[in-house]
């Protein structure tokens, strides 16, 4: 049984911080590329930052210079650093990974999403 759980959401004020972590459990043969993705009530979800399986980042350009995401590939855990956080980060963030659990299937799986909220 293959999940992954995130945690590390809650409340803060604007111009705060939070981490948000996510693991991935179970019988993986290989971990890809692993990101989050957030949806505000209302709007579409949309993808926030991935990492790739060498490390390699990508953000969204409303998060650049604010936000990081890392990898620890030895816990099968991402993570997503927020600083200056804005209310309109506010959202459920979710975390997004591509496994290999059974030899030649690879495909995606997703978190049940945390919570974050930024007040103004």
């Known amino acids: 049984q293959v999940q992954l759980v995130e945690s590390g959401g809650g409340l803060v004020q604007a111009g705060g911080s939070l981490r948000l972590s996510c693991v991935a459990s179970g019988s993986i043969l290989s971990m890809n590329a692993m990101g989050w993705y957030r949806q505000a009530p209302g709007k579409q979800r949309e993808l926030v930052a991935h990492?790739?399986?060498?490390?390699?980042?990508t953000y969204v350009d409303s998060v650049k210079g604010r936000f990081t995401v890392s990898r620890e590939n030895a816990k099968n855990t991402v993570y997503l650093q927020m600083n200056s956080l804005k209310p309109d980060d506010t959202g459920v963030y979710y975390c997004?990974?591509?496994?290999?659990?059974?030899?030649?299937?690879?495909?995606?799986?997703w978190g049940q999403g945390t919570q974050v909220t930024v007040s103004s």
């Open positions: 997004n990974a591509r496994l290999i659990v059974v030899p030649g299937s690879r495909r995606d799986y």
């Open positions: 990492i790739t399986s060498g490390g390699s980042p």
